[in-house]
């Protein structure tokens, strides 16, 4: 792994934590292709069992590194972060996330592709893709309203404001909210409950729980890629850009 990434397996757990604290672990290009690599190499991985994402220093994820996402922006569907967003749509063992801090963007939508998600009662979820000039991603358009209902999936996509933990609960997009200090012990037992349990028949329930929606996500990730690269390249999201970048200067 990376400084970046970091990895670490115990007892059929494979733990990969976004490393970036100073930066609230925001994404760089490099980052989407190690976690991508990560589970591809996990998935071939008899000795791993589940995955818990994590992040560093109390935060998740503030999401794209929005100067090096400029920088370096996606081109295509093999550009790093669609290769990670299907990596994780197609992961075929369990994916448990640990949320504390901020959950921003993609920080919150690749929870929509984890089978559990715990996180701590004072963590703030974002999806503010509006906000740049920018349309969902990660196949947020269809799995968020089927979880959450159309009024909220409406609510969060389209305002892009920050919301709790209550909310997030409320939206499905987590299975429980704890106190910080419970936060780690909480995961770490959810995780070696699903390490313990028979192997095939943990990924054949997984299988049947995704399966009927793998075409219309995949299908989703592409068009939601090709409207995202075209946002990208907007006027609209220039301006939000440079005003968001000018501000944080």
């Known amino acids: 792994m990376s400084d970046t990434l970091l990895s670490h397996l115990e007892a059929g757990v494979l733990t990969l934590t976004f490393n970036r604290p100073q930066k609230k672990n925001a994404f760089t290009g490099e980052m989407y292709s ?17 995955v818990v994402l994590a992040g ?9 590194d929005l100067k090096d996402f400029l920088e370096n922006p996606p081109t295509g569907e093999d550009s790093p972060v669609f290769r990670f967003l299907h990596t994780l749509a197609h992961f075929t063992r369990p994916i ?8 921003v963007g993609i920080g919150t939508t690749l929870l929509l592709h ?17 906000n740049l000039g920018l349309s969902p991603e990660g196949a ?9 209902g159309m009024a909220l999936a409406s609510e969060l996509l389209m305002f892009g404001e920050p919301f709790d933990a209550a909310t997030a609960l409320r939206a499905g997009l987590v299975n ?14 959810r995780a070696a409950a699903l390490a313990s349990r028979p192997v095939e028949s943990v990924r054949l329930t997984k299988k049947l729980l995704r399966e009927p929606l793998r075409a219309a996500v995949d299908e989703t990730l592409s068009r939601e890629g090709a409207l995202f690269m075209q946002r990208l390249a907007s ?7 440079n005003a968001f ?5």
């Open 235 to 241: 006027a609209e999201a220039r301006e939000a850009f």
């Open 245 to 249: 970048l000018s501000k944080k200067k």
């Open 96 to 103: 448990v996330a640990r949320v504390e801090g901020v959950a």
């Open 34 to 50: 190690l976690a991508a690599q990560a589970l591809r190499d996990a998935d071939k991985d008899d000795a791993v069992r589940v």
């Open 176 to 189: 429980r909210v704890v106190p910080d200090a419970e936060l780690e012990a909480l995961v770490k037992s």
């Open 56 to 64: 560093a220093g109390g935060t998740f994820t503030a999401g794209n």
């Open 114 to 130: 984890c089978d559990y998600v715990a996180a701590s009662e004072r963590a703030v979820f974002s999806m503010p893709f509006v």
């Open 140 to 148: 947020s358009s269809l799995l968020l309203p089927r979880l959450a």
